[in-house]
C-alpha cells in the first residue's frame, strides 16, 4: 500500500516538473529591439529636480585651461626680460658712457653689452656700477603704470637671487 502511494506521488510529480518545464519554454518571446540595454535611460525621461542636483551631474566643473598665446619677441636685446637676464660682467670705462654692462640671456649663443639708455624687452638700463646695475621696468610697450627700479647686483651674495 505504501509503495501504491510513493509510486503516484513521485508520477504526480514528474508530470508537474514536465508541465512547468513546458511553460516556461513557451512563454512570450520578447522581440529583441524592444529589450532595453543594461543602464540606459528612456528616450521620455527627464530629471525633475525640486530643488536637488543631479546626482549623475559632476559639481565640480573641469577647469579650462586658458594658455595665452606666444608673444613674438623681438631679436636681440630687446627681446631679453630682466627676469631672464644673467648678469655677466661689467667693462668699465673712464669715460661714463663707455662703460657697458655684459647681459647672458638663456638660449643666446653669444652675450649682449648694453649700455645706460639700452633698451630690454620690458626695462630699460638706467644706472651702471662696479657692483649693480639698474633697470626701470616699463612694460613691453613702454606703458607701465607706476614705473619702478630693479637693481640686480653683479655678484650676488649667496641665497639672493642673481
Known amino acids: 500500500m505504501m509503495r501504491r502511494v510513493f509510486l503516484i506521488f ?12 513546458q511553460a516556461q519554454n513557451q512563454a512570450p518571446a520578447v522581440p529583441a ?20 542636483r543631479d546626482p ?17 619677441r623681438p631679436p ?3 627681446g631679453v626680460l630682466v627676469a631672464e637676464a644673467q648678469i655677466a660682467g661689467v667693462v668699465t670705462s673712464k669715460e661714463p658712457s663707455m662703460t657697458v654692462v655684459i647681459i647672458a640671456a638663456p638660449g643666446a649663443k653669444t652675450p649682449y653689452f648694453a649700455r ?28 607701465a603704470k607706476t614705473p619702478r627700479d630693479i637693481v640686480r647686483r653683479v655678484r650676488p651674495n649667496p641665497g639672493e637671487d642673481k
Do not use: C, H, W
Open 56 to 72: 549623475f551631474v559632476n559639481p565640480v566643473p573641469a577647469k579650462v585651461a586658458v594658455v595665452p598665446p606666444p608673444v613674438k
Open 116 to 143: 645706460v639708455g639700452d633698451q630690454l624687452y620690458d626695462a630699460v638700463v638706467k644706472r651702471i656700477t662696479m657692483s649693480n646695475i639698474t633697470f626701470t621696468v616699463t612694460g613691453p610697450t613702454g606703458d
Open 10 to 21: 513521485s508520477f504526480v510529480l514528474a508530470t508537474s516538473f514536465d508541465l512547468v518545464s
Open 76 to 78: 636681440g636685446l630687446k
Open 33 to 52: 529591439e524592444e529589450v532595453p540595454p543594461v543602464l540606459s535611460v528612456p528616450k521620455d525621461y527627464r530629471y525633475n529636480a525640486r530643488g536637488r
